[in-house]
């Protein structure tokens, strides 16, 4: 499950934010910031799938499978989970948590099913790596 989720990074597209807001103009840079953003989302890619296929990651246990990282990979991996989740959330509309709905345009099918799925598994996992790395109050 957890392959399977990194697997669809990255889900932001490199010019989502361009022209976000009506009337504001386009920035000279704007063009550059999206060309590195894109490239840096073609490195991180590569360097998922590397480190997903590397031996040992994965140890078979009693427990099913145990997943292993460095301390600092952690926040790396932070990123493409958040960026999965994000990424699930803009294409399902953006929908608001506090109005209990998503935007009336976006139709219930099996494909906002899986990426709302996809949206709270990758969630799930952010939460569950910082709960690992936080020190537990005394």
């Known amino acids: 499950m957890m392959t399977g ?22 920035h000279p840079t704007d063009e550059l910031i999206q060309e590195a953003l894109a490239e840096q989302q073609r490195e991180n890619k590569k ?13 078979e246990d009693e ?3 145990r997943f ?3 301390a600092s990979e952690m926040e790396w991996l ?19 948590p506090n109005k ?3 935007p009336p345009e976006q139709k219930i099918n099996e494909q906002t099913v899986q990426l709302a799925w996809t949206m709270e598994m990758a969630g799930l996992f952010v939460h569950e790596i910082l ?3 936080t020190p537990a109050e005394s």
């Not at 360097?47 to 140890?59: C, H, K, S, V």
């Not at 493409?80 to 294409?91: A, E, K, L, P, S």
């Open 100 to 102: 209990g709905h998503m």
């Open 68 to 70: 292993s990282i460095a």
């Open 5 to 26: 989720i990194l697997r669809r990074y990255p889900m932001i597209i490199a010019n989502h934010f361009k022209n976000r807001w009506a009337g504001q103009s386009v």
């Open 78 to 96: 932070l990123q493409m989970f958040n960026d999965v989740r994000v990424g699930c959330w803009i294409q399902l509309g953006e929908p608001d």
């Open 131 to 133: 709960e690992a790395i």
């Open 47 to 59: 360097q998922l799938e590397e480190m997903l296929a590397q031996p040992g990651r994965f140890a």
């Open 63 to 65: 427990m099913g499978f």
